[in-house]
């Protein structure tokens, strides 16, 4: 069983930052790898990043890549998500997501590998 937190979310302008942060606890940290996926109003969720269980790969969707950082800190059981050059489109809101399997060796963009999610943290980007 695995419990994730996120925080971090708000109201920012175009082209501002903000980072996301997701705390887990449960089950051992380091043994399964993490995603965020964000869902906006009236449209279906969408993958936006993910990152292996060592945090050695990293996938991201093409909408977000160049722009978001996905990180993690196994000391610190958390998950991040910076976020930069925000722009209108990214308004949603993003969950962080646990994979069901460990050590898995790919990275998955599927929301049906993670068994594991938040409660969400709401991102409005405004112009």
């Known amino acids: 069983q695995v419990l994730l937190v996120e925080s971090g979310g708000g109201l920012v302008q175009a082209g501002d930052s903000l980072r996301l942060s997701c705390a887990a606890s449960?089950?051992?940290?380091?043994?399964?790898?993490l995603g965020w996926f964000r869902q906006a109003p009236g449209k279906e969720r969408e993958f936006v990043a993910a990152?292996?269980?060592?945090?050695?790969?990293?996938y991201y969707a093409d909408s977000v890549k160049g722009r978001f950082t996905i990180s993690r800190d196994n000391a610190k059981n958390t998950l991040y998500l910076q976020m930069n050059s925000l722009k209108l489109e990214d308004t949603a809101a993003y969950y962080c997501?646990?994979?069901?399997?460990?050590?898995?060796?790919?990275?998955?963009?599927?929301?049906?590998?993670?068994?594991?999610w938040g409660q969400g943290t709401q991102v409005t980007v405004s112009s």
């Open positions: 997501a646990a994979d069901v399997q460990s050590f898995r060796v790919a990275v998955s963009r599927e929301s049906r590998d993670y068994g594991y």
């Open positions: 449960g089950r051992t940290f380091n043994t399964y790898g």
């Open positions: 990152i292996s269980w060592s945090g050695g790969r990293t």
